[in-house]
């Protein structure tokens, strides 16, 4: 079992785009089971990780929803 929480690579991957192309290695490596949990250290990025952790959507000063 592993857990995998990188942070973003900045110019290159998002957070979940790392979670996974690390999580399909470990899977190759013969980890039956891995969680992905991508993180954010409140810079760039953090929205994003937040939402795909808590919500599908943003909302925004008015309450109507931001695509």
Do not use: N, W, Y
């Amino acid at each position: 079992r592993a857990i995998v929480c990188p942070d973003k690579f900045r110019g290159s991957l998002r957070a979940a785009q790392a979670a996974s192309a690390i999580a399909r290695g470990l899977e190759r490596g013969g980890f039956d089971e891995v969680v992905q949990l991508p993180m954010a250290d409140g810079g760039e990025g953090t929205l994003e990780a937040c939402r795909g952790a808590v919500a599908q959507h943003r909302v925004g000063c008015d309450e109507r929803v931001v695509e």
